[in-house]
Each structure stands twice: as structure tokens, then as C-alpha cells.
């Protein structure tokens, strides 16, 4: 079992930036996937970033929905076995909860790819 907590979310004004963080404990977290998911009011959860496993203390292959690329930036510390989201250039429609999600291994855009969820935290872009 994998127990994922989020933490960071908040309020931010538009073109702000805030840094989201998942503490992860349960297994070997180096040999997670770990992706970041975003659920707006009314929509759909969507795939925002995600993250490779990494052997080594961070690292791991990205990727990016085109909506956040460029403006976001995921990373990982596997010493503290924690996975970041660095929100930069923000927008209210970023404004959603976001999620915090792992996997074995590789990282997909596909939630029904991912066992372990965290709860969530919201996320509020002022215009």
C-alpha cells in the first residue's frame, strides 16, 4: 500500500506561482510513477504532469498536458520521497483540486493506470 498526502494548495493571483508537494510512505517510493491530476468543478479529473521512477535521488522522465507545458514544472526527491508541481504563469483556469496519484514504475496520462490516490487539495487562481 502506497499513502500519498498533498499539501500546498491555496489561493494565488493570476500570474502568481505556488509549488504543490506529495509526501509519499508505504513501499519503495524511488520505483513509483507518480503523476499529478487536476479536477475543476463540473469537468472531468485530467492529467496535468508526470513523473518516471528514478534510481537515482531525483530525476525520472516527464511529461506535460499541453495546457500546463512550459508553465509547470514536476520533479521528485526520493530521499524525502516526495514529488513536486511548480506552478509558474498561473491562471484562474488552472484553478481546480489537484490530486496526487502513483503507479509502478513509468508514469502515463491515463488515471485508470494509477492504484494510489491522495486526497487532494485545492487550488484557487484569482483573476
Known amino acids: 500500500q502506497v499513502q500519498l498526502v498533498e499539501s500546498g494548495g491555496g489561493l494565488v493571483q493570476a500570474g502568481g506561482s505556488l509549488r504543490l508537494s506529495c509526501a509519499a510512505s508505504g513501499n519503495t517510493f524511488s520505483r513509483n510513477g507518480m503523476g499529478w491530476f487536476r479536477q475543476a468543478p463540473g469537468k472531468e479529473r485530467e492529467f496535468v504532469a508526470g513523473?518516471?521512477?528514478?534510481?537515482?535521488?531525483?530525476?525520472?522522465?516527464?511529461s506535460y498536458a499541453d495546457s500546463v507545458k512550459g508553465r509547470f514544472i514536476i520533479s521528485r526527491d526520493n530521499a524525502k520521497s516526495t514529488v513536486y508541481l511548480q506552478m509558474n504563469s498561473l491562471k484562474p483556469e488552472d484553478t481546480a483540486v489537484y490530486y496526487c496519484a502513483a503507479r509502478n514504475f513509468g508514469a502515463t496520462m491515463n488515471s485508470v493506470d494509477y492504484a494510489y490516490w491522495g486526497q487532494g487539495t485545492q487550488f484557487t487562481v484569482s483573476s
Open positions: 513523473i518516471s521512477w528514478s534510481g537515482g535521488r531525483s530525476g525520472g522522465t516527464t
